[in-house]
């Protein structure tokens, strides 16, 4: 089973976009949360189905939010690099 980490910034990022989406609607950054956990999921399940995007990172996708779930795999750990709105510039987090 992989561990799954998050660069400090990506973390931060996850979490700010779910306050963002709180202050919309009432639980609908919980609903954010889970979805983020759902692509997750499926990226632990096969971590090499998921395109390559940019050398050894990868690009999972949230259903029913606009966000990719950029990642690398390293030996048995997946290190989510970026929690990244598809509207926003798509080479901001190449320097983590």
């Not at 096969?46 to 690398?72: A, K, Q, W």
């Amino acid at each position: 089973m992989s561990a799954i980490l998050f660069h400090p910034e990506a973390d931060f990022e996850m979490m700010e976009a779910a306050v963002v989406y709180e202050t919309m609607q009432h639980d609908l950054g919980k609903r954010f949360l889970s979805e983020v956990q759902n692509a997750l999921n499926h990226i632990l399940i096969n971590p090499l189905l998921c395109p390559v995007i940019y050398r050894d990172v990868r690009r999972g996708l949230t259903r029913t939010f606009p966000f990719n779930v950029l990642y690398r795999r390293t030996g048995d750990q997946i290190i989510v690099m970026a929690v990244m709105h598809q509207k926003r510039h798509p080479d901001y987090w190449k320097s983590r």
